[in-house]
C-alpha cells in the first residue's frame, strides 16, 4: 500500500513563502500526474495544482496562478509546491495524491497557516 507524507507546512505571515513536500514508499508517484490538494475548515477539498508524470506540464486552480510552483525532484519520486507570496485564504491543510483514480490513501497532510 502506497504511504503518502507531506511536509513542510507551518504559520507564516501574508505575504511570506513555503515549500511543501510530498514523498512516497517505492516509486509510485513517478509514474503518475500527481496533484497537490488543500481543504479548508468547512470546505471541500480543492485540486490546487497538477505535474505531468515526466514533470513538463503543469496546471494550476486560477486562485494561485502565479504564486505556486508545482516541481517533481530529481528522482521523480517527490512532488514539491513552492507557494509564494501566500495570502489568509491559502490556509488549509495540503494533502498531495495522484489524479488518476483509484488514488492513493490520502495521507495526512501538512497545515499551512497564513497570518494577516
Known amino acids: 500500500q502506497v504511504q503518502l507524507v507531506e511536509s513542510g507546512g507551518g504559520l507564516v505571515q501574508a505575504g511570506g513563502s513555503l515549500t511543501l513536500s510530498c514523498t512516497a514508499s517505492?516509486?509510485?508517484?513517478?509514474?503518475?500526474?500527481m496533484a497537490w490538494y488543500r481543504q479548508a475548515p468547512g470546505k471541500q477539498r480543492e485540486l490546487v495544482a497538477t505535474?505531468?508524470?515526466?514533470?513538463?506540464?503543469?496546471d494550476y486552480t486560477d486562485s494561485v496562478k502565479g504564486r505556486f510552483t508545482i516541481s517533481r525532484g530529481n528522482a521523480k519520486n517527490a512532488v514539491y509546491l513552492k507557494m509564494n507570496s501566500l495570502k489568509p485564504e491559502d490556509t488549509a491543510v495540503y494533502y498531495c495524491?495522484?489524479?488518476?483514480?483509484?488514488?492513493?490513501?490520502w495521507g495526512q497532510g501538512t497545515q499551512v497557516t497564513v497570518s494577516s
Open positions: 517505492g516509486s509510485w508517484l513517478r509514474f503518475n500526474i
Open positions: 505535474i505531468s508524470s515526466g514533470g513538463g506540464n503543469t
Open positions: 495524491n495522484k489524479v488518476s483514480n483509484p488514488q492513493f490513501v
